[in-house]
């Protein structure tokens, strides 16, 4: 309920596990296949390194995204977003400009054009995520989104902040990477 893969990364770990306990002869691209076939972003984490993600999250193709020198803080909030409910009521828009070339602006400029759909559903249902986001940005963050489907925000940083620990109330989970 987090939006951040939790459970395809498993199914995923648990492929790749098995391919190597038991030595089975399996390409990278069967077994991204068959991971894609217990869940739509499984393929996802069987790959390193940033993906471009195409169709249902199984189109995947590497993409030379770099943050370093960024800090990255993720906000878990104390509650989660069913995929039911973030899925039943998105309504995806096809941006004027492809996302593999907006990705290429500088991160300062993401927050102009990069767009995760499933906000403009998710925030009026649980207004607290918008707030969440936007402290993200009062605080400094050059972009700032919900994570997949949400409940979970990230907000890239160019320092790291300061206090991020006690910036949101009782239950939320803030992490830094």
Same mark, same amino acid.
């Given at each position: 309920?987090?939006?951040?893969?939790?459970?395809?990364?498993?199914?995923?770990?648990?492929?790749?596990?098995?391919?190597?306990?038991?030595?089975?002869?399996?390409?990278? +691209?069967?077994?991204?296949?068959? +991971?894609? +076939?217990?869940?739509?972003?499984?393929?996802?984490?069987?790959?390193?390194?940033?993906?471009?993600?195409?169709?249902? @999250?199984?189109?995947? =193709?590497?993409?030379?995204?770099?943050?370093?020198?960024? !800090?990255?803080?993720?906000?878990?909030?104390?509650? @989660?977003?069913? !995929? $039911?409910?973030?899925?039943?009521?998105? $309504?995806?828009?096809?941006?004027?400009?492809?996302? *593999?070339?907006?990705?290429?602006?500088?991160? /300062? /400029?993401?927050?102009?054009?990069?767009?995760?759909?499933? =906000?403009?559903?998710?925030?009026?249902? *649980?207004? /607290?995520?918008?707030?969440?986001?936007?402290?993200?940005?009062?605080?400094?963050?050059?972009?700032?989104?919900?994570?997949?489907?949400?409940? +979970?925000?990230?907000?890239?940083?160019? *320092?790291?902040?300061?206090?991020?620990?006690?910036?949101?109330? /009782?239950?939320? =989970?803030?992490?830094?990477?």
């Amino acid at each position: 309920g987090a939006g951040l893969g939790g459970g395809s990364s498993d199914g995923a770990h648990v492929l790749l596990m098995l391919r190597e306990m038991f030595g089975l002869d399996i390409s990278d +691209a069967d077994l991204e296949k068959e +991971a894609a +076939a217990m869940g739509a972003d499984c393929a996802f984490f069987c790959r390193k390194g940033a993906q471009y993600c195409e169709g249902i @999250g199984s189109e995947l =193709e590497p993409y030379p995204l770099s943050l370093s020198g960024k !800090t990255i803080l993720v906000v878990k909030p104390p509650f @989660g977003v069913s !995929t $039911k409910e973030a899925y039943s009521n998105v $309504k995806p828009v096809m941006p004027e400009v492809p996302l *593999h070339e907006l990705l290429k602006k500088p991160v /300062e /400029e993401w927050k102009d054009c990069i767009v995760n759909d499933f =906000e403009k559903s998710v925030f009026p249902l *649980h207004p /607290e995520l918008a707030m969440v986001k936007q402290s993200l940005y009062d605080h400094g963050a050059v972009y700032a989104s919900m994570s997949g489907s949400g409940s +979970a925000l990230f907000g890239i940083f160019d *320092h790291v902040p300061e206090d991020y620990e006690n910036w949101f109330g /009782e239950g939320y =989970e803030v992490h830094k990477g």
